[in-house]
């Protein structure tokens, strides 16, 4: 299987400042019909996931234009470019590339 | 908008079985595939099945194969997963989602937990 490694585990930020999360698989997620099948999803307290990024870099509807992702082949980042209050819980990462498909352990973003 | 509501969770011995349902509404149910997911306390998520449109296509991930069956009833809007012989490192959050059908997923129900302890 797919290894996705998440860095850092834990992010304590400040509001208002930027904030990264790294996400690391063990193998090319670049798959056969040339996307690559990255996504990013965030889960706030008390909350189910919620998709923030797929295919690496797009946006889903209704996602603060501060969420932007990033990467190629094996190596991907999460930026969000001023954090706001609303953004703390854990974000995942998911390939879809390969099957089984595999998420991130999770990092979580909490004030610092 | 699109609602995915679990149920079915519990309490329950180990090697008992279980069956966990999903209804969907606000969208054509039988045109996703449709998946379970299930967050692990101190593990993490882990995408457990798909099942396709039509109920023909069945991905399971290995270490679940044989001891739980995906299943859909698109007359229903329903979703289903059949656990046997359930351990206690199967106690998890299970949550139905919708697939998109282009590798990865874009709606969540909220979840029910099943625990697993004698």
């Known amino acids: 299987d797919v290894v996705m490694t998440q860095s850092p585990l834990s992010l304590p930020v400040t509001l208002g400042q930027p904030a990264s999360i790294s996400c690391r698989s063990s193998q090319s997620l670049v798959y056969s019909d040339g996307n690559t099948y990255l996504n990013w999803f965030q889960q706030r307290p008390g909350q189910s996931p919620r998709r923030l990024i797929y295919?690496?870099?797009n946006r889903d509807p209704g996602v603060p234009d501060r969420f932007s992702g990033s990467g190629s082949g094996a190596d991907f980042t999460l930026k969000i470019s001023r954090v706001e209050a609303e953004d703390l819980g854990i974000y995942y990462c998911l390939q879809g590339s390969h099957w089984p498909y595999t998420f991130g352990q999770g990092t979580k973003l909490e004030m610092k | 908008d699109v609602q995915l509501v679990e149920s079915g969770g519990g309490l329950v011995q180990p090697g008992v079985s279980l069956r966990l349902s999903c209804g969907a509404s606000g969208f054509t149910f039988s045109n996703y595939y449709m998946t379970w997911v299930r967050h692990i306390p101190g593990k993490g998520l882990e995408w457990v099945a798909n099942?396709?449109?039509?109920?023909?296509?069945?991905y399971y991930v290995e270490s679940l194969k044989g001891r739980f069956t995906i299943s859909r009833d698109n007359a229903k809007n329903s979703l289903y997963l059949q656990m046997r012989s359930l351990r206690a490192e199967d106690t998890a959050i299970y949550y139905c989602a919708r697939d998109t059908g282009r590798r990865t997923i874009d709606h969540w129900g909220q979840g029910t937990l099943v625990t697993v302890s004698s």
């Open positions: 295919e690496v870099s």
């Open positions: 099942i396709g449109p039509d109920g023909s296509e069945k």
